[in-house]
């Protein structure tokens, strides 16, 4: 299957926990994520402009955070217009934006983008609400999978 998101060629690196039971590989990740992103867990900024057909759009923090739970690595950030963060994920070689699809066939710069840290990204409320609302969802959709 082909995938939308940047970086899905080489997105293998296998989950270090096994906390969510079915969720492997970031293919995975995205595939039980894309049943779950919402307006919800859209960065409430963005929340006008969500709908089922741009699922990624204000996901990307929330999301990368959630994939180095699951994956390990580091989440970087692509600086925006307006001064915000675009964030995505490595681990080791393996870079991948689950998040990606919002922008289009807008080319980012994946390269030479500063680490970004969920203490910064959580301090807004609002924000950890999400992250944690996205969590809970994706456990709750991995625990019906295995019944």
Known sequence: MDYKFWGWEQANVTAVTDQYKGIVTPRD???????IWCADTCAPRMRQNW??????LGQCSITAF?????????????LRPGGNYHCYNAVGDCRFDLTSEQFGDEILIYEGN??????????????????????????????????
């Open 29 to 35: 990740l995205y595939d039980a994520l894309s049943e």
């Open 51 to 56: 709908t089922p057909e741009n699922k990624t």
């Open 66 to 78: 959630l994939a180095q739970d699951i994956f390990g690595g580091v989440v970087y950030g692509i």
């Open 114 to 147: 500063p680490e970004q840290f969920r203490e910064v990204h959580f301090a807004k409320e609002e924000k950890q609400m999400r992250y944690e609302y996205l969590k809970k969802e994706l456990k709750r959709f991995c625990d019906r999978r295995d019944l």
